[in-house]
């Protein structure tokens, strides 16, 4: 399997739901990152996990709140999240951080109401 | 502070004519430059990196440090070819897995 998979594809939720956002991967990659990419922008980076631990946090609000269970999975908890909030998460993997290239999953397509 | 520019939102060519898109980088160290391709409706994927040397799908790009550009080049255009492309930079640190965009640029290649 070489390739990142990400569930949901699409997700509308309101201000006061809790959702999560789904990643995996089966490469034996050890780096896992979330990006957020809004219509027409380039992809903005949120947090790299290097082997399950948080590496990266790109001053991201407490509202996202991610998890890596295992060297396989990603996740993004979402809790109380704005309409500005809206956009393409992108879930990326790569062999480790330094200097290998980044698989990128198709991304969730997330909707604030 | 590191940046990419990419300084044209659209470029629009005929099949078969050449084509370049631009980037430019700030960074202060030895760099680390990337392009991207998204083509419609499919995952971001890796085109080339300046380490590899290589030309993929016709492509080429140079690292030139005394421009500070990454220009990505192709001399005959084909329409498969559109898509957006985004050159990105590999972090303060090298080894942060951090990779910073540029806006991208939307290739437009008509027959």
């Known amino acids: ?113 | 502070a590191q940046r990419v520019t990419q300084p044209e939102k659209l470029l629009s060519v005929f099949k078969g004519a050449p084509v370049e898109l631009k980037c430019n980088y700030s960074y202060s160290g030895s760099p680390e430059l990337f392009w991207y391709v998204q083509y419609s409706r499919q995952r971001l994927q890796l085109l080339l990196r300046h380490i590899s040397r290589e030309s993929i799908k016709g492509f080429t790009a140079d690292l030139n440090k005394g421009e500070t550009s990454f220009h990505l080049k192709k001399p005959f255009a084909q329409e498969e070819d559109s898509a957006m492309y985004y050159c990105a930079l590999r972090g303060p640190g090298g080894n942060t897995g951090k990779l910073i965009f540029g806006q991208g640029t939307t290739l437009q290649v008509k027959p």
Request: proline residues 7%.
């Open chain 1, 1 to 113: 399997d070489t390739e990142v998979t990400q569930t949901p594809k699409h997700l509308v939720m309101g201000m006061t739901n809790k959702k999560s956002l789904k990643c995996e991967q089966h490469m034996g990659h050890r780096a896992m990152y979330w990006y957020k990419q809004k219509a027409k922008k380039p992809p903005e980076l949120m947090f790299v996990y290097s082997y399950e631990k948080l590496s990266i946090n790109e001053s991201v609000p407490s509202r996202f709140s991610p998890e890596c269970p295992n060297s396989s999975l990603l996740n993004l908890h979402l809790h109380a999240l704005q309409p500005e909030d809206s956009a393409l998460y992108l879930c990326a993997s790569s062999q480790d951080r330094a200097g290998h290239e980044q698989f990128f999953g198709p991304g969730t397509r997330l909707t604030v109401l």
